[in-house]
Every structure is written in structure tokens, then in C-alpha cells.
């Protein structure tokens, strides 16, 4: 598939049939993640795969409140036979960033921009996302309650040097209800686009 069309046809998908996905595919998906840009080649990446349907029950106790589960929204995703959870290293990035060729060995974060380990976690999630509609599935990126992360680190035995960052359901599409957040439209280029100059009146003259 063409990167464009896999960029215009990727939409989050809350809604999966009952059939499994083949673990060659989930594979091939996790190894597009590992194409992702990192700051300083720092790679402070981790991904838990679950996809067993034991495992992937073990994730939805862990993260959700006892009960949940039977709204519309909750149904839908919960049939997902597959879920990723990236996880971010920030770690991984003062430690990277102490060696000689970086030098800031006092690893004094206020020295981070924004936080990169999160940021390149996300890129990674994006490619994963992308790599699912190139094998014809479908996923959805949403978020761990943050009063549940304590729950979800001992349920998988994450250690504390690794923070989920949200989580990948992926499955075989199923009919899905359209979000109510795409009522708000999509943004064009003129709204966000500043060229040159922040309050530049024309926004851009890039087609698109
Ligand atoms: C960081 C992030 C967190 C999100 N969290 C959720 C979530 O918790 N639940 C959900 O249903 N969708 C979640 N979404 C999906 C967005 O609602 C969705 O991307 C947006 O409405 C645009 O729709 P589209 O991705 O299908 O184009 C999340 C997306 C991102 C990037």
C-alpha cells in the first residue's frame, strides 16, 4: 500500500470482529516499530505484547474498574484479540545522554526539551499504526486510566523504569460507530500552518 493511502485510510477502530490475528502479523507490526526515529539513537522503547485472550482479560481488569466493560465503546475494543502497550524509558534517555559523544553527564532533565522518551515512543506507536492498515487490520491508540497504571505495572511486572504510554488494541475491523470527536473536523492547513510568521494572514500556499 502506498504510505499516503495508509496515512489517509488509518482511523482509530473501536469496534473488531472475533477473529484472531495471526501472530506472524503482530510480529511484523512490532517490528515496524523499531523504525522509528529516536533522540540520540536512545531507543527507550519497550512493548508489551498480549495476545492471548487470557492475557489481553488479565489487561482489561487491570486497567479498567471492576464492571466496566459492557458500554457500547468498552464491547467493542474489548474484542480485540490483540493489545500493545508501548512503554517509555526516560531512563534510557539520561543514560544515553551522559555518554561522551552527548556529555550531559549531569542529568539534569530541565536540560530535555520535551519529554523525548514519550514523544519517540509515540512515533513508534504511530508506525505500528500504520503497519496495521497496511495488513488490511484495524487499532485503536487509547489511554490507561492514570489511577490504574499502579494495577497494570504488578499485574505484568513492569519495573518502574517503564511507563505505558496508552495502549494499542488491534483486530479485524468491525462495523464501528463513527467518534463524536470527529464532529469537531478535521483542521486545515490554513488553521495551523504559520508561515514564516506566526501571525502570517495567509496560512500557507502548500496544496493539500
Ligand atoms: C494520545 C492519544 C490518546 C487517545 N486516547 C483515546 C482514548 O482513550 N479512547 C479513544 O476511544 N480514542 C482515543 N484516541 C483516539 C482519538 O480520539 C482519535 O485519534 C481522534 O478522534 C481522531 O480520529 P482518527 O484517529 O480516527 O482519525 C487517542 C488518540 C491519541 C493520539
Known amino acids: 500500500m502506498e504510505l499516503t493511502d495508509a496515512i489517509r485510510r488509518r482511523r482509530m477502530v473501536r469496534n473488531y470482529t472475533d477473529e484472531p490475528v495471526d501472530p506472524a502479523v503482530v510480529e511484523r507490526i512490532l517490528s515496524q516499530a523499531l523504525h522509528a526515529p ?3 539513537f536512545s531507543q527507550g522503547w519497550a512493548f508489551l505484547r498480549l495476545d492471548s485472550a487470557n492475557d489481553v482479560q488479565r489487561f482489561w481488569a487491570a486497567t479498567t474498574p471492576a464492571g466496566a ?11 480485540a484479540p490483540v493489545i500493545i502497550v508501548p512503554l517509555s524509558s526516560k531512563e534510557a534517555y539520561i543514560e544515553r545522554y551522559a555518554a561522551p559523544d552527548k556529555g550531559w553527564t549531569d542529568r539534569d532533565e530541565a536540560r530535555w526539551p520535551a519529554p523525548y522518551w514519550d514523544i519517540d515512543t509515540g512515533m513508534a506507536s504511530m508506525l505500528m499504526l500504520l503497519a496495521v492498515v497496511d495488513e488490511g487490520l484495524g487499532a485503536c491508540f487509547f489511554g490507561i486510566p492514570p489511577e490504574r497504571i499502579d494495577t497494570f505495572r504488578t499485574e505484568f511486572g513492569i519495573p518502574d523504569t517503564f511507563k505505558p504510554i496508552g495502549a494499542i488494541s488491534i483486530g479485524h475491523r468491525a462495523a464501528d460507530r463513527r467518534s463524536p470527536s470527529l464532529k469537531r473536523g478535521r483542521r486545515g492547513l490554513a488553521d495551523v500552518v504559520h508561515h514564516g510568521q506566526w501571525n502570517s494572514a495567509s496560512g500557507t500556499t502548500t496544496a493539500g
Open 38 to 40: 529516536s533522540a540520540g
Open 69 to 79: 466493560g459492557s458500554d457500547a465503546w468498552s464491547a467493542g475494543l474489548r474484542r
